[in-house]
């Protein structure tokens, strides 16, 4: 193997390792690897002669010791990178990445279901005298805490590592597919060498939080956080009923209609006016006396008051509120004049 692998690789085991030691994820987890270390290379190709396969990993060597481990990803999250160790023997060939879940019958069976798909890559045939080498390659894939990694293969990739007939793996011919349901396998194979760095996904927008998305906290945000409120301009009543207003953009709309009593302050409140309090100092007073919703789109809107007012002083309020929680209030006040009594 060459120097340059050999670096690669020892700088895979040592973060593969200490990721696979991450299983007890806390809020606010950071990115973790999981999976093979890649620490040896491929040594066998499993497909032949099926064709094309899905391999499922159940356990992997982890810890200083490289003892197994088959706790699958850590924490729900995003797989954001893949890293594989695997070569095309005597003609190019196809690994697509994916997750699955597995459950292990006996040490020689266990049923799988095909989960989530990845990225695939096309791999050349190995050149004589070549080494394989570790790659890596971006993705942007949903996991659950407990999933397995998993690749489709066409029948000419090693991506197995088999020194002493380990059963670690599965293989499922012809390939899992997503939406079929639990499989059955009963042939077992070594080490998968697939690793993967799961990131959080805080807001479950299917994007990583540290490497693709800017704005964890909102899921329709992938770059910098929207910390923008909607505009509202223009909002006025007319004829005691018809709301009329503008938006800078779409939001859902409430209204809180309020009707002004004659109050008194009375200790550190301003109470409805009685008897027994009519001589204290006068304050605005605000009954609801009614809610409703209007439009929210982007320029001018209209909303109609849903009950017939009588005279008096109103104030009524527009919440408005965009699509990532963005909140702006604004108030008008309007009259409604006592009807002039007719002379007979």
Known sequence: MSNSIRRLAALVLGCGAAGLLLVSPAIGQAATIFGSPLKNPP????CLPLG?????????????GGNPNSEGAPFDGVITK????AYAYEEPGQITFRVANITQQSPDSALATAAGTGPTVTLPAIAEGEEPSISEVSARLPVKAGQQLAVDISKSIAIIYDPDGCKFSYVFAPPLMEGTGQRGSTEAACQLLVQATIEPDADHDGF?????????TQAATQGPCDTTPPGVTGLKVTKGKNVSYSLSE??????KLEKKLKGRKVGQKCVKQTKQNKTKKACPLFKQVASFSGTGNVGANSASIPKKLGSGNYRLTITA????GNV??????FKIAKKKKKKK
């Open 82 to 85: 893949f890293r594989y160790f």
């Open 52 to 64: 094309s396969c899905t391999i499922v990993a159940f356990t992997q060597p982890s810890g200083p």
């Open 328 to 333: 702006t209030t604004q108030t008008t006040t």
């Open 43 to 46: 040594s066998e190709v499993k």
């Open 208 to 216: 990583g939080d540290e490497t693709q998305d800017q704005c964890p």
């Open 250 to 255: 779409a939001a859902t709309v409430s209204f």
């Open 321 to 324: 509120r965009d699509a990532v």
